[in-house]
């Protein structure tokens, strides 16, 4: 059995995007090249184009392609300092490409709170917006762990009120929730094809009408001069492919089953034992992000992957060490942070799959808990 259950690292390729990327290279062409190749290939880049605008509720001529969302992410901080903004606001649960591309800006940078369901401070923001210096609000739409959805909307009055950007990473929410820009009233917003099931190496930067993005890649002038570099046409491709796809499964209520698949895990992984993060605020439906108390998340993983359930932890692991999760400290959850692993559903998904899974950690569970209870002279 192998059940992969870790779509918001990766998303498997789709069937329709492999037979996409195939036909473009198959064929080739160069979008630039004025020859008949090189205009259909440009064609390819334009429709897909259109494709990732529609998924976001915005217009094609304000999609900018890129290398993935942290290239696009750096572009739009870079856009909203290079339009006059004199300060960085990043909530304390943002992705690390939107954090360390502020935190290298050389611009004070202020970490914007949450609160202990994952939820911004808005009341915080307000008091920090009041200062007379232009600000740039970097809000992901939903965490990429916990997947708790942020009140955008309320927060762009607010920065909107101040004269300032905001700037919003919709790269986890993309194709699991509606995502309309103009709704949203951001600046600037992110998106990368990978997380909907296209290829690696592709994102996009889409802005607001009167907005500009600068350039943070010098070269020739392709992307209307906003991004040097031959266009990776299979990746654009393939990522149109995939929102076109994403936007048809929003459509069919894909998200409202997900919802019901994933509630159905949770309640019985709750039953058994453990602890849901961001379980009172909206979340994203594929999402479950959980913590067993005293069982670690690199242990978590390995006894589920021996079971054929591939999902991700909470917390990064290196040179042995378990880090605790960023977003989970940030709502004062330490005790657990370093005890939490990430369940995440996708195109593909199935019902069967959450139920894999729930049985395999709850098998799991209940194992590592008998030898707990174990008299010491037993087990020895």
Known sequence: MSVYLDHNATALVRPEVQAAVAD???????????????????????????QVADLAGADPTAVVFSSGGTESNAQAIASALAAGCERLIVSATEHPCVAEAAAVSGVAVEVLPVDADGVIDLAWLTDALSRPSRAVVAIHHANNESGVIQPIVQAAVLVRAAGGWLHVDAIQSAGKIAVNMAALDADSLTLSGHKLGGLQGVGALVMKAGREAVRILHGAGQERGLRAGTENTPGIVAFGVAADCAARELADGHSDRMRAWRDAAQARVVAAGAVVVGDASPRLPNTLFMAAPGWDSPQQLITLDLSGVMVS????????????????????????????????????????DWDAFADAWIAAWDKRQARADRPATEVA
Do not use: F, Y
Request: one cysteine or more; charged letters at 20%; hydrophobic letters at 40%.
């Open 24 to 50: 473009v290279m198959a064929h080739g062409g160069n979008p630039n090249a004025v020859h008949a190749w090189g205009r259909r290939t440009r064609a390819r880049v334009e429709n897909a184009r259109a």
């Open 313 to 352: 932890a909470g917390s990064a692991c290196s040179s042995g060490k378990t880090k605790p999760s960023k977003t989970m400290v940030a709502m004062g959850m330490d005790d657990l942070a370093t005890q939490a692993i990430r369940i995440s559903g996708g195109w593909n998904t199935i019902a069967a």
